[in-house]
């Protein structure tokens, strides 16, 4: 069902995207040779009330989550 937005949508668009899941979005990845991806949380089995995301000096991620 086109609405008169979403007919000016262009390819690429996040409205033009539908949800995928973590492994669909690591395949879609383009990176140089030598680097990867990994997955570090995800709504399936990540923090459920993230408040603040940081990285340290080693490149290592620290979160905030809250549970309630």
Request: charged content about 25%; glycine content about 8%.
């Amino acid at each position: 069902m086109a609405t008169e937005k979403n007919s000016q949508l262009k390819p690429g668009n996040a409205e033009d995207s539908h949800p995928q899941s973590p492994t669909e979005q690591a395949k879609a990845f383009q990176l140089p040779e030598g680097f990867d991806v990994g997955l570090v949380a995800s709504e399936e089995t990540g923090p459920t009330r993230p408040i603040t995301v940081t990285f340290d000096d080693s490149g290592r991620m620290w979160s905030i989550t809250a549970t309630e």
